[in-house]
């Protein structure tokens, strides 16, 4: 995130998108919101870092269902994470003009943001924040990819280093799919929680 962005005027950006926005200073602050936001429900998440880094499947396992294949190592929690409740993820990249920026290999993630669940939460940190969404691409492609491409140990030429973008024609590439989101899908409301700590990629 550059300096000069302060996330909680980016927030107001993405609320006159039609967005329901949250900031929180810390992990353990949007955790107690989503302890006591979020209970008795199906909930479902793709193999995101920063839900990950949060333990925060960990703390709605105790009150709720949870369908992530990153979590329980079962694939078929893939289908019932798309028709879940809720559907947690983060974001490749969000920008100060109000846009969401998600890469994804498999499509799950960028496929159950679009349809299927009842509710959607984009949980980001405050590294994910760009100026603008020519800069959020950027981010996604060459910093978010290349260190997704290392961490899932794929053969491809940016996982080496996870230092750039080749724009490989590899088998095990990841990126088949770009999704720009600029407004709420009308299928469910939607919601970004942005968090003032650097998580995920
Ligand atoms: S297109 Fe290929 S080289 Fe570029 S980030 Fe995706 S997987 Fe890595």
């Not at 353990?28 to 919101?33: E, L, T």
């Not at 691409?137 to 996982?159: E, M, S």
Request: one cysteine or more.
């Amino acid at each position: 995130m550059k300096d000069s962005i302060n996330p909680q005027d980016i927030l107001k950006i993405f609320e006159k998108h039609g967005y329901i926005t949250h900031y929180f200073a810390n992990i353990s602050d949007a955790n107690s919101y989503f302890e006591s936001a979020i209970r008795n429900k199906s909930v479902g998440a793709g193999g995101s870092v920063t839900i990950a880094q949060m333990g925060l499947l960990e703390i709605l396992s105790k009150t709720n269902k949870i369908y992530s294949h990153g979590y329980s190592k079962d694939p078929s929690d893939i289908a019932k994470a798309a028709t879940a409740d809720v559907y947690l993820t983060s974001a490749n990249a969000i920008s100060a003009t109000g846009e969401i920026v998600n890469i994804d290999g498999r499509g799950n993630r960028i496929s159950a943001t679009l349809n299927g669940p009842s509710e959607i939460y984009f949980i980001c940190g405050t590294n994910k924040i760009e100026p603008d969404l020519p800069q959020a691409l950027w981010r996604a492609k060459n910093i978010a990819a290349p260190k997704n491409a290392q961490r899932l140990r794929k053969k491809t030429p940016c996982a080496a280093k996870a230092d750039k973008c080749y724009n490989c024609s590899s088998p095990d590439r990841i990126c088949r799919a770009t999704c720009i989101y600029t407004h709420p899908l009308t299928s469910a409301p939607a919601h970004i929680v942005l968090i003032d700590e650097p998580l995920g990629y």
